[in-house]
C-alpha cells in the first residue's frame, strides 16, 4: 500500500471512492457502516489539490482504497455547515485553547474502501493527513454526524480526537473534535 498526496490524475479515483460511500448515492446495506454528506465542484476539487495540497490517498495496486480531505477554514468557508462551525469555533477549546480560523484547519471527509475497513488504514491515512498539515497548524478541527458512530468511534479510539463540544445544523446533530497536530 502507498500513502499520497492526491495529485488531479487522482482525482477521479477519489472521487468514485466520495461517491460509493456518500448519503445521496450509497448502497443503503452500507449506510450503517458510515457515510460522507461533503459535495464537491470540480473547481472546489481543483482547488483542494492545488493550493490547499490537501487530499491525502491510499492507493493499492494503483487503485484509491481511502482519501482523507483537509484544508483551510477559508476554503471550507463556501459551505453553509462549514460557515456555521466557524462561528462555532470561539466557543470550544482543546487544552485550553481556544479554537481559531488561524490556528485550526479542518479535516474530513475521510473513506476507506469497505473491502479495507479494520485493517490499519484510516489510522495510516488518518495520520499521514495530519502530518501533512502539522507544519501549517498546531490544531486540527472536525465534525462526525451523532449518527456516524463507526467513523466515531475510529476518530475517538483508533485515533488520538477529542469531543470538544456538539452542535446542530439542519435539523442533525454533530460531534465536534479536535486534537493537536504534532504528537508531544
Ligand atoms: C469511518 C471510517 C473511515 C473508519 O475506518 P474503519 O477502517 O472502518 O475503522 P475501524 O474498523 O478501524 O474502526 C471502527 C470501529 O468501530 C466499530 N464499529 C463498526 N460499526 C459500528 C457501529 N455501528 N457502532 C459503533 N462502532 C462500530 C468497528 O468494529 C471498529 O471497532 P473495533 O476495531 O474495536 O471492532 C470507515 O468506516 C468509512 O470509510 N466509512 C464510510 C465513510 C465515513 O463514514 N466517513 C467518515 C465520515 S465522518
Redesign the pocket.
Known amino acids: 500500500m502507498e500513502i499520497a498526496t492526491a495529485k488531479m490524475t487522482d482525482l477521479e479515483g477519489v472521487m468514485d471512492l466520495h461517491k460509493r ?1 456518500h448519503i445521496s448515492s450509497i448502497n443503503p446495506d ?1 449506510k ?6 461533503t459535495n464537491f465542484t470540480p473547481e472546489q476539487l481543483q482547488a483542494l489539490v492545488e493550493k490547499e495540497c490537501g487530499i491525502t490517498i491510499a492507493k493499492d495496486g494503483g487503485r484509491i482504497i ?1 482519501y482523507a480531505m483537509a484544508a483551510s477554514w477559508q476554503f471550507w468557508s463556501e459551505w453553509p455547515l462549514f460557515a456555521h462551525m466557524i462561528q462555532k469555533l470561539p466557543e470550544h477549546f482543546l487544552e485550553g485553547q481556544g479554537l481559531t480560523v488561524d490556528n485550526s484547519y479542518q479535516y ?7 473491502s ?8 495510516k ?2 495520520n499521514a493527513s495530519l502530518d501533512s498539515m502539522a507544519g501549517r497548524y498546531p490544531i486540527m478541527v ?4 451523532q449518527i ?8 475517538t ?2 485515533v488520538n480526537m477529542n469531543t470538544v463540544g456538539t452542535f446542530q445544523f439542519n435539523n442533525n446533530d454533530y460531534y465536534m473534535l479536535a486534537c493537536p497536530t504534532k504528537t508531544k
Open positions: 460511500y452500507d450503517a457502516d458510515g457515510f460522507v454528506t481511502s474530513g471527509p475521510i473513506c476507506v474502501d469497505k479495507y475497513r479494520g485493517s490499519g488504514v484510516f489510522e491515512v488518518f472536525t465534525f462526525i454526524n456516524n458512530p463507526r467513523s466515531y468511534k475510529a476518530h479510539q483508533k
